[in-house]
């Protein structure tokens, strides 16, 4: 309901989705998007699309993407600013895993207050670590993602989420 009247106010819907690995943001970010007709900016899913083209950045990130670590922040900086430039983005977007440490979420408020503007809305889904874990190993069934199908490399996510992205809701 917040979110149809800043939509209804005429405010740009710029949002971010926080949460967990396996929270759920990539789900409710379909139902987000396709409601307010806003591009989705998944920097997981732009990255493993680079991986899979083996472009320069893909090499650069798949080593840190199978240990469970993070992508070095300058990498994600770049890759999120010239995403944002896209016409797509006009009217809003939708964060999906970004920002992902407190360096990323400050080079976010510098690059918005370059352009004079704003994130409206931080939505954060907190889901149990038990709950978290059963749904990443059935997710690794069928995802194709082998970062799924490691309980080891999961947890390793979860002590990254802990340590460098719980305090970016703060
Ligand atoms: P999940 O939220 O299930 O861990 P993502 O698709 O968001 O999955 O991310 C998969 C991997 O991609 C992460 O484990 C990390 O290595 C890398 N990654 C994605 N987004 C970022 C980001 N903003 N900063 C650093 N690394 C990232």
């Known amino acids: 309901q917040n979110l149809k009247s800043t939509i209804?106010?005429?405010?740009?819907?710029?949002?971010?989705?926080?949460?967990?690995?396996?929270?759920?943001k990539g789900t409710q970010a379909t139902f987000i998007?396709?409601?307010?007709?806003?591009?989705q900016i998944s920097t997981g899913d732009m990255l493993r699309?680079?991986?899979?083209?083996g472009t320069p950045l893909g090499l650069e990130a798949k080593s840190f993407m199978d240990s469970g670590g993070l992508v070095p922040d300058a990498v994600?900086?770049?890759?999120?600013n010239e995403r944002?430039?896209?016409?797509?983005?006009?009217?809003g977007f939708l964060f999906?895993?970004?920002?992902?440490?407190?360096?990323?979420?400050?080079?976010?408020?510098?690059?918005?207050?370059l352009k004079k503007t704003d994130i409206a809305i931080v939505l954060a889904l907190d889901v149990t670590e038990k709950e978290l874990i059963n749904r990443l190993l059935n997710r690794g069934k069928t995802s194709g993602r082998s970062d799924d199908t490691n309980e080891d490399v999961i947890k390793k996510r979860f002590t990254v989420y802990t340590n460098e992205t719980s305090p970016v809701a703060d």
């Open 33 to 39: 998007k396709q409601h307010f007709n806003i591009p």
């Open 76 to 80: 994600i900086i770049g890759m999120v």
């Open 84 to 91: 944002i430039k896209e016409a797509d983005c006009a009217n």
């Open 8 to 24: 209804y106010r005429g405010a740009i819907l710029r949002i971010i989705l926080l949460g967990a690995p396996g929270a759920g």
């Open 96 to 113: 999906d895993g970004f920002p992902r440490t407190v360096a990323q979420a400050q080079a976010l408020d510098k690059l918005l207050t």
């Open 49 to 53: 699309a680079a991986v899979k083209a």
